[in-house]
């Protein structure tokens, strides 16, 4: 499968932003699809997952409550609405897709995903 993601951009601490990240090539909802982030000099980290029916969603603790990841598998897109957005959000975001069976505590781990999307740069000024 191929992903596209889109949506980065400059934006002041406290604003929001909305990425999006369009897949094609295969059946969408074989995937668990994830968002990932790396910052300059950091690992690629973990940030969000949706189940293939987008009915179990995991975050990362520093997210929690203002970050929201969703998908539309009419359009074979996922989305990461990005709320009060501070300064350490600042990253290049990655989309990812996995077809591991279950939705398991393994979504976290950058290593369970089959399909990359190319990065959308985040920058969140202070």
């Known amino acids: 499968v191929q992903l596209q993601a889109s949506g980065g951009g400059l934006v002041q601490a406290g604003e929001s932003l909305r990425l999006s990240c369009a897949a094609s090539?295969?059946?969408?909802?074989?995937?668990?699809m994830a968002w990932f982030r790396q910052a300059p000099g950091k690992e690629r980290d973990f940030v969000a997952a949706?189940?293939?029916?987008?009915?179990?969603?995991d975050y990362k603790d520093s997210v929690k409550g203002r970050f929201t990841i969703s998908r539309d598998n009419a359009k074979n897109t996922v989305y990461l609405q990005m709320n009060s957005l501070k300064a350490e959000d600042t990253a290049a975001y990655y989309c990812?897709?996995?077809?591991?069976?279950?939705?398991?505590?393994?979504?976290?781990?950058?290593?369970?995903?089959?399909?990359w999307g190319q990065g959308t740069l985040v920058t969140v000024s202070s």
């Open positions: 090539g295969r059946t969408f909802t074989r995937y668990h």
């Open positions: 949706i189940s293939w029916d987008g009915a179990i969603t």
């Open positions: 990812a897709a996995t077809a591991l069976g279950r939705f398991t505590a393994s979504v976290r781990s950058a290593g369970v995903y089959d399909y």
